[in-house]
């Protein structure tokens, strides 16, 4: 019944859509790389001169100069119009886009994964179905994805096979680009979307993500003040309390001050993927056997924490 709706309003014969079941009998719809538009296109006669990246919001499918009335339960989702997804882009802390390069292309970061979860779950308690797009943006599509995958496993504890057997085939194609470069192409360090829910179900697994009490303000504001993110927070052996490990930039990063601070370099920072790959064995057994130490537990080389 969800999907003959859209079939009425002669949407599927201009957008391909996907049926996406998330679980707990939630079904969402799918489209992406539609045809889009925004209130810039719609200025200029409805030409689609925003294709890549649309300039204005919110953006909107392209009904193709049809009236249809979208039906008071549906709500139609395009994460590059909702600040809680971060508008399907990433900035980093200090820079501008430009210097940040292909890194504005995703992964979409941690706080907004979370704020777009529980926002399509506040959606969804209020009986609305929920179909989500993307534009034909070359960032888009994957970050979509990103969020739509993330929801599933924090709302609906689905494990990665599974979001990455229900999400549309496209998601299997899907790497990030690295950043601090100007070259969106895909790379032998990039990132697929499995690899980003791995990192997300094994957080939620072990508790050093507790998706229910986790503060988006305090994660921003530390995030935005040192460029610093709590990465987890380790149960001590035989004590009363944790190792809290966080990723933060060195002091000269997080300098306000252009003046001061210096460029990236202009080749980004693929040396320092390079070192990190050649050494990633050795350190991959350090971190188990310190791991078994701290918290008294065992695990094998070929388990996810060591990965």
């Not at 900035?91 to 907004?112: I, K, M, N, R, W």
């Not at 050093?208 to 530390?222: A, G, K």
């Amino acid at each position: 019944p969800h999907a003959q709706q859209f079939v009425l309003l002669g949407t599927m014969e201009r957008h391909d859509w996907h049926s996406v079941e998330c679980g707990n009998d939630q079904t969402i719809l799918v489209c992406l790389q539609a045809a889009t538009s925004c209130p810039n296109c719609q200025q200029n006669g409805g030409q689609q001169e925003c294709a890549d990246r649309h300039s204005g919001l919110p953006i909107s499918l392209d009904m193709g100069g049809g009236d249809f009335d979208i039906p008071s339960d549906v709500s139609l989702i395009c994460p590059e119009s909702m600040a809680s997804a971060g508008f399907a882009r990433v900035s980093a802390a200090h820079y501008p886009d430009e210097q940040f390069g292909a890194g504005t292309c995703g992964p979409v970061s941690l706080g907004h994964i979370v704020s777009f979860s529980r926002e399509m779950h506040e959606l969804a308690q209020a009986g609305q179905k929920l179909a989500i797009f993307s534009s034909k943006s070359t960032w888009a599509s994957g970050n979509t994805l990103l969020l739509l995958g993330a929801y599933m496993i924090l709302e609906h504890s689905l494990t990665v096979q599974e979001v990455m057997a229900r999400l549309p085939v496209l998601s299997r194609q899907v790497y990030f680009p690295t950043p601090w470069t100007p070259n969106t192409g895909r790379h032998e360090h990039s990132l697929c979307l499995a690899e980003c829910f791995e990192g997300l179900e094994a957080a939620k697994r072990y508790g050093w993500l507790n998706y229910n009490s986790f503060s988006v303000e305090n994660w921003r504001h530390t995030l935005k003040t040192y460029d610093a993110t709590l990465c987890m927070k380790l149960p001590l052996k035989e004590q009363n309390g944790t190792l809290d490990i966080w990723a933060l930039a060195d002091p000269v990063t997080t300098v306000a001050d252009p003046y001061v601070r210096p460029l990236p370099p202009q080749g980004g920072f693929t040396s320092d993927y390079e070192a990190i790959t050649s050494k990633g064995s050795k350190l991959a057994a350090q971190g188990n056997t310190y791991w078994s130490e701290v918290t008294g537990t065992t695990s094998s080389s070929n388990n996810s924490g060591s990965k």
